[in-house]
């Protein structure tokens, strides 16, 4: 009897792990070939929405692979003109070359002239003047305990200062008087809410969570329920990569201008050349015609265990870049 449970215990774990379904497309055209590869001097350890960094302290940025390190312990946050930010996860962060303690870990920041905005791991906001060493604002916001490691940097956009939030909120903040002035709701249910997308398209705000895409401009309010895998902005479009394998091209008000579907399709990140290209997890390379009529199927070697990221035109996967055509 023993004998009998043992089997049916693993035929049934048999059952349920071939039952698992995988994206099959019915050809690709092969290898998908660049000119333009080079080999990284490290393996990716930590990435967020703006960069990564590598074991050997270069960091990848907007800019390319870094030709300098950043110290031992400290993580890449953002890149502002020529001014790196980097965080060790404990009680400093770093500007340019100037170490700032703080009292608790910071998680995103971005700098304008002699103002650092910062978001907390605790879910805190502050705004500081380098110059004088004194905190202008600090606000604290509902503590989230669990979020998606692609956590959205503060943005300097005109007059304000957008801070993303963990727990789903764009808090904007004067830049003349240093307050709070709205807050703006982009998830406040989710598990996983925390802003993982910011941008400014044509003065009209970007921003999304794992599950929600919202987009305000002109005085006027979008929001659409999605499950992202990837979200990026490319001239006055946004593309949007979602759970159940769908690639969608919408307006900066979220109106649908074209989509496509690839069954069982996990894409692990999107990215942009002269077409746009989606990173499936099966080794594929998905490639969309600019009016999203056709597409073409690339195989594309690399370790979906490993840590992947799309910046750009260019895809850093296991230890080398390659720039997309």
């Known amino acids: 009897m023993k004998h009998l449970l043992l089997l049916a215990s693993l035929l049934f774990l048999f059952a349920g792990c071939s039952s698992k379904e995988y994206y099959e497309p019915e050809d690709t055209v092969g290898d998908y070939n660049s000119t333009k590869s080079t080999a990284l001097s490290g393996s990716i350890t930590y990435i967020n929405k703006d960069g990564a960094t590598l074991d050997s302290q270069n960091i990848i940025t907007k800019r390319g692979v870094s030709n300098f390190k950043i110290p031992e312990g400290y993580k890449f946050l953002n890149i502002v003109e020529d001014t790196v930010i980097a965080s060790n996860y404990k009680d400093t962060v770093l500007v340019g070359d100037k170490e700032i303690k703080v009292d608790s870990v910071v998680v995103a920041a971005t700098v304008n002239n002699n103002k650092l905005a910062l978001l907390f791991s605790d879910n805190s906001i502050m705004l500081y003047d380098m110059n004088t060493e004194k905190t202008l604002l600090k606000e604290y916001y509902t503590h989230s305990f669990v979020n998606d490691t692609r956590i959205a940097n503060p943005y300097f956009m005109s007059n304000i200062i957008l801070f993303p939030t963990l ?159």
């Open 167 to 325: 727990d789903g909120k764009i808090i904007v903040v004067s830049d003349s008087t240093n307050k709070v002035v709205r807050n703006i709701v982009v998830d406040p249910n989710g598990q996983f809410n925390n802003i993982i997308f910011l941008d400014v398209v044509d003065d009209t705000l970007v921003a999304a969570t794992g599950n929600k895409v919202i987009s305000v401009g002109q005085g006027v309010l979008n929001l659409k329920d999605y499950n992202i895998r990837d979200i990026i902005t490319k001239d006055k479009n946004i593309y949007i990569a979602t759970i159940d394998g769908q690639i969608i091209k919408t307006d900066i008000s979220l109106n649908i201008i074209d989509r496509r579907k690839y069954k069982f399709a996990k894409i692990y990140s999107l990215a942009f050349g002269e077409s746009l290209y989606a990173l499936e997890s099966q080794g594929f390379l998905i490639k969309i015609s600019k009016d999203f009529k056709t597409d073409t199927i690339y195989d594309f070697d690399f370790d979906n265990e490993e840590k992947v990221i799309a910046i750009g035109d260019t895809i850093y996967y296991n230890d080398e870049a390659i720039t997309l055509k």
